[in-house]
């Protein structure tokens, strides 16, 4: 049961999802793993939705990542196809319920098509304000790594930087998510346990949620539970509890 009073205190401001299962919910049904995907982009939707309800002010997915480049062409073909149709007809979705798109990953590496669609979407709703919507295209946490070690190392070449100087703020001023708050809440769905190199420097403290459901069967009451779970849990961040109270 949705407890509204429940839901209107302690929500995590950054939600982060690793929608993982489509493949298997296709072969449970004996259908074709492009199925799954398309019911993957359904149950997109109904998370984007009741995130933006519930009042989670960043939620950021992992559609893409730079491992998956190594499926069937087939398989790519068909997420990037799905990726294209859902930015042309969800930006309406977005626009209704005040969301800004944002994108995060090697962008250049997608097709011109998906990215010049997803360049109109992230510029027609950059006004938006209620909830920020990242999509992870073509993302690994080790390569947006790498890129940012490479950027801040010229830098200092260059003199604009000096060694001393580097924290954490640099470094989260150079990374893909230099707009985002540290992730709060990091769900994986489809009863896979690992991080699966999304985020890695940004859910330092998140707290992790697994769940069994299979990513196209995820629904609100799967995304309430998740932030009922993590509502019990104490955020010490290397704090003993009596310092907390
Ligand atoms: C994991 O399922 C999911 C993906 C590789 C991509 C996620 C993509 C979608 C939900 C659809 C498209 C997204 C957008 C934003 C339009 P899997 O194929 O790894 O499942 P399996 O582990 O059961 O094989």
């Given at each position: 049961m949705v407890d509204k009073k429940q839901l209107s205190t302690n929500i995590p401001k950054h939600v982060a999802i690793i929608m993982d299962g489509n493949g298997r919910w296709a072969k449970k049904k004996g259908l074709f793993r492009a199925i799954g995907h398309e019911n993957g982009t359904k149950a997109v939707r109904e998370a984007v939705e009741s995130s933006a309800e519930i009042g989670i002010k960043?939620?950021?997915?992992?559609?893409?990542s730079t491992e998956n480049w190594n499926r069937p062409k087939l398989e790519v073909?068909?997420?990037?196809?799905?990726?294209?149709n859902s930015l042309k007809k969800e930006i309406k979705t977005l626009q209704k319920n005040n969301i800004r798109l944002n994108a995060i990953g090697n962008l250049?590496?997608?097709p011109k098509k998906a990215r010049e669609e997803l360049l109109e979407v992230i510029e027609k709703t950059k006004a938006?304000?209620?909830?920020?919507?990242?999509?992870a295209l073509s993302y690994g946490s080790r390569e947006e790594l790498i890129k940012t070690i490479e950027e801040i190392?010229?830098?200092?070449?260059?003199?604009?930087?000096?060694?001393?100087?580097?924290?954490e703020t640099v470094i989260n001023e150079h990374l893909y998510t230099k707009n985002l708050p540290d992730v709060?809440?990091?769900?994986?769905?489809?009863g896979e346990q690992r991080v699966s190199n999304f985020l890695l420097w940004q859910?330092?403290?998140?707290?992790l949620y697994f769940t069994e459901v299979l990513w196209p069967d995820f629904k609100k009451s799967d995304l309430i539970e998740a932030i009922y779970n993590y509502q019990k849990r104490e955020r010490r961040f290397g704090k003993t509890s009596e310092q907390l109270s």
């Open positions: 960043h939620l950021t997915l992992y559609a893409f073909d068909t997420l990037m196809k799905l990726l294209v250049n590496s997608l938006n304000d209620h909830m920020t919507l990242t999509l190392s010229i830098k200092v070449k260059n003199g604009v930087i000096s060694p001393h100087l580097i924290n709060d809440l990091l769900i994986r769905t489809s859910i330092a403290y998140a707290e």
